[in-house]
């Protein structure tokens, strides 16, 4: 018996095998719930609050507005990192 880590994945077991790709639109939160291997992306460019509420709800977008970083530059490391998975 296999088991499943979630109900999602029973329901749709086709989708386990999609590469998540991120955009400038993705959720940072959502990002890491899926993915908790791309926080060093944020850690490396001074990014140290994912943890807080304001964080989790931000765009990646916002989040390098605010912290003066180039969001499609580390919208291309994130997915060159997800492509591995």
Do not use: Y
């Amino acid at each position: 018996m296999t088991t499943k880590n979630s109900i999602w994945e029973e329901i749709f077991p086709e989708r386990l095998d999609i590469t998540m790709v991120v955009t400038k639109e993705t959720i940072i939160g959502d990002l890491l719930d899926k993915e908790p291997g791309c926080a060093k992306f944020f850690f490396a460019i001074g990014m140290h609050c994912l943890g807080c509420p304001s964080a989790r709800g931000e765009s990646i977008e916002q989040a390098c507005a605010v912290h003066g970083t180039d969001a499609d530059e580390l919208i291309a490391k994130i997915n060159d990192f997800l492509s591995t998975k």
